[in-house]
């Protein structure tokens, strides 16, 4: 939750559905991510200094551990942030400001060695306005989605983690970048599809292995930061406008 700039992360139970925690004083936050193996929770947030950055919070303690800055330099804010337990990496997005001309930029960083050990541009200098990062722990892949919100005129870049390399660009006419995610043991991706006139936003399914284009579902108005159960085959899909949750199975 925020106000006039200055947010605080709420803690949940399951259980009673109350609120038992609240970690307050936080800058702007753009994203929140989970690890359950280490017990922190990432946000990505401007400091005080204006600076961008990924705090990590312990959900034992309920203090900021750690705050590690993103290296964007000007021009940029922080985006979505995603945490991978299975490689111990997080990633963050930097997004242009409203009146900037820039290419975005993503943020990967080590938990164990408390750092940013790579920052990779995208491929949409000028143009785009959103970047998501979904990874898949099995293959030691993350695959970073950029383009223009509801635009599905998006490019995938698939990264291996290990060796800090862009491997694959796919050039797409039907992936917007509000939402990715990876199925691996079905290996099938779903990303957003946005919308174009006379056809409704979508989500779309792509085969891990070559990126081509296998499936499509119609879904409602702007749907956003999509997940997928890789036990159930389940997908599920924030609808922006409507605030609904529409559920498929792969």
Request: with cysteine; net charge negative; glycine share 10%.
């Amino acid at each position: 939750t925020c106000d006039y700039g200055i947010c605080a992360l709420a803690e949940v139970s399951e259980r009673t559905d109350k609120v038992t925690h609240e970690v307050s004083g936080l800058g702007t936050v753009s994203g929140i991510a989970v690890d359950p193996r280490t017990g922190l929770v990432w946000v990505a947030e401007v400091d005080a200094a204006h600076h961008s950055v990924a705090v990590a919070v312990s959900e034992t303690t309920h203090q900021v551990v750690r705050t590690i800055r993103l290296q964007f330099g000007a021009g940029h804010v922080p985006g979505a942030i995603t945490a991978d337990p299975g490689t111990g990496t997080v990633w963050v997005s930097g997004v242009p400001c409203d009146t900037c001309s820039v290419r975005d930029f993503v943020a990967q960083i080590s938990e164990p060695a408390h750092q940013v050990v790579h920052l990779y541009g995208t491929a949409t200098q000028g143009i785009s306005s959103s970047v998501v990062t979904a990874v898949d722990t099995r293959h030691g892949t993350a695959w970073l989605s950029s383009g223009e919100f509801r635009n599905p005129s998006g490019i995938i870049q698939v990264v291996d983690i290990a060796r800090h390399r862009v491997v694959r660009t796919i050039d797409t006419s039907w992936v917007a970048p509000e939402g990715i995610a990876i199925d691996s043991r079905a290996g099938i991706v779903v990303a957003t599809g946005g919308s174009t006139p006379g056809t409704p936003d979508s989500v779309v399914l792509l085969k891990e292995s070559s990126g081509v284009q296998v499936g499509k579902v119609s879904v409602g108005f702007y749907p956003n930061l999509l997940a997928v159960d890789p036990g159930t085959g389940n997908v599920y899909v924030p609808i922006e406008f409507q605030k609904v949750l529409p559920q498929f199975r792969l």
